[in-house]
């Protein structure tokens, strides 16, 4: 803890350490400061005024069996809220939830149950930068670190192909994706593809990355018996002032001019896919949108753009 006791003009600190109740009654263990120090800080008015300060969030003073506690069972890092649970109660950092389609331990499914317990717990730990091992010695609160981590000077991007071990700065990634998995790649904010909806006994799942306002982009499209669906993930972390959506727009090619359009926010990485945050046509809307031919399919378009807000 920190004592500090303030005079009219001056101050004087001194940190010392806190002790088990029955050693702190001992005199002898206590932290010792000169009368004549007291005297020069009180100076004219003789008043002092002491300050004490338990800094508590330091993570060498948290129990260790606390620390393993709020460790991710698939990454090994500590967790950040929000800290989600499995059906039975098992606890994964928000990253590996999004990755995940069971409990790793139970194999049980996942909720959107909190275990608000460990968030609580979060509060009085340090967290080191999560590009520590690329330089980074930057240790913060854990309502901090995310807002460091943003523009860390050290901050590097994971390949998205999650079978692709390289890591690097951006423009890096960008150039290696292009090279090593080009057939995943969209070179723009636009993506366009075709499908006939009157084929839909199946399920099946297109996916695509973009690199784009310095962002990695996961476009998904997703088909099953009754609906199409369209989700746009940011896999990267997004500073909270930014705000990025999409829209899909599906056209008749032979009436450009006539549209469905909808549109949603671009899902950050944490976020856990709902019915709400994804763009979802129903097959029934869409056969009754045209008429179709033996060989007519259904072209849709997936654009991004970020929110810039009008300055009055």
């Not at 097959?283 to 259904?298: A, K, P």
Request: hydrophobic letters at 30%; glycine letters at 2%.
């Amino acid at each position: 803890m920190i004592i500090k006791y303030n005079g009219e003009n001056s101050q004087y600190k001194v940190k010392t350490k806190c002790l088990p109740f029955d050693a702190a009654c001992n005199t002898n263990n206590g932290t010792k400061i000169r009368l004549i120090t007291l005297n020069e800080i009180a100076e004219n008015n003789g008043n002092i005024t002491v300050t004490i300060n338990l800094d508590v969030g330091e993570s060498e003073n948290v129990n260790e069996e606390v620390l393993k506690c709020l460790e991710c069972p698939v990454c090994q890092q500590l967790m950040r809220p929000p800290i989600y649970q499995c059906t039975t109660g098992h606890s994964f950092c928000n990253i590996c939830r999004t990755k995940l389609n069971e409990c790793t331990t139970c194999r049980q499914p996942l909720s959107n149950t909190r275990n608000f317990s460990l968030e609580g717990f979060t509060a009085f730990v340090k967290y080191s930068c999560a590009y520590n091992q690329f330089g980074c010695n930057a240790i913060f609160a854990v309502n901090e670190i995310s807002q460091h981590e943003r523009s860390c000077e050290f901050k590097v991007y994971p390949c998205p192909i999650s079978s692709c071990d390289y890591v690097a700065k951006y423009f890096a990634v960008k150039s290696h994706f292009k090279e090593m998995h080009n057939d995943c790649l969209v070179e723009s904010t636009i993506y366009q593809g075709d499908f006939d909806p009157r084929y839909n006994c199946c399920t099946s799942e297109t996916v695509k990355y973009l690199f784009e306002h310095c962002n990695i982009y996961k476009f998904t499209f997703k088909r099953s018996n009754e609906v199409c669906s369209f989700q746009v993930r940011i896999l990267n972390d997004v500073d909270t002032n930014s705000k990025f959506f999409y829209v899909v727009s599906i056209s008749d090619p032979e009436r450009k001019q006539r549209k469905m359009t909808k549109s949603n926010l671009c899902l950050t990485r944490d976020v856990p896919i709902t019915d709400y945050n994804v763009v979802s046509f129903l097959y029934s809307d869409l056969l009754s949108y045209r008429d179709f031919s033996n060989n007519d399919q259904i072209v849709y378009c997936c654009e991004i753009y970020e929110f810039k807000p009008v300055m009055l």
